[in-house]
């Protein structure tokens, strides 16, 4: 079965700091990947989304990146983190036909 | 536009009650509608889906939704609540032209022994 793995689980950072988070997921391949912050535990909103090894889209321009250096693996990162990037955030992978999204445990992170 | 509304913020139900969490949805082409379920402090968790076929469909936990393709609807609902249900839920809708996932902003249930 396909499992999908995010961490840290939790992180605080001070401003100006940079970020990585990452992302694995076991038991398939060549899926879509995505990652989503959640602000205020609520709505959700798609950051960057990955249809193979280096193919990045992005949906907000915004003070992170994304980049995918592995087929099944999905790093979100920052150079220089804001107090508004504070929030949760969530890696995701779908099968390319199924698309149902699957979600991981999520991070959160606290800019300070 | 496409979009997905879920009219009410937060749906209180008393524990035995049968529960209904709403959603509606506007798109171009035919949908696939999803529901979601977000524990606290957790990751979001499929509940099941609508591709197409029977438009009654029946998902994790005892969770069944209804499409409604005259009414643009997808609710959610169980016969009969239990404290563990409540959640935060989430409607969401694609279509068969555009993979992207459009959310609602999402529903608090909370069931009351």
């Known amino acids: 079965s396909q499992t999908i793995h995010q961490w840290p689980a939790t992180l605080v950072q001070p401003v100006g700091s940079p970020l990585s988070l990452e992302c694995t997921v076991e038991g398939t391949s060549n899926p879509n990947l995505y990652w989503y912050r959640q602000a205020a535990g609520r709505g959700l909103q798609l950051l960057f989304y990955?249809?193979?090894?280096?193919?990045i889209s992005s949906e907000v321009p915004q003070n992170l990146s994304a980049s995918r250096p592995q087929d099944r693996q999905f790093i979100l990162s920052s150079k220089k983190l804001l107090l508004s990037d504070s929030g949760f955030y969530l890696c995701a992978w779908s099968e390319r036909v199924r698309n149902t999204i699957y979600f991981g445990e999520g991070s959160w992170l606290t800019v300070v | 536009a496409q979009s997905v509304a879920q009219p009410e913020d937060q749906v209180n139900v008393a524990e035995g009650n049968p529960l209904t969490v709403k959603c509606t949805y506007s798109?171009?082409?035919?949908?696939?509608l999803f529901w979601y379920v977000q524990y606290p402090n957790r990751g979001l968790q499929f509940l099941l889906k609508y591709i197409t076929g029977d438009n009654l469909v029946k998902g994790s936990y005892g969770f069944e939704a209804e499409f409604n393709k005259s009414q643009t609807s997808f609710h959610l609902k169980k016969p009969s609540a239990l404290v563990s249900d409540s959640a935060l839920y989430f409607c969401?809708?694609?279509?068969?032209?555009?993979?992207?996932?459009?959310w609602g902003a999402g529903t608090k249930l909370i069931i009351k022994p």
């Open positions: 990955s249809v193979g090894i280096g193919q």
């Open positions: 969401a809708v694609r279509t068969d032209s555009n993979y992207q996932l459009i």
């Open positions: 798109v171009s082409g035919n949908p696939y």
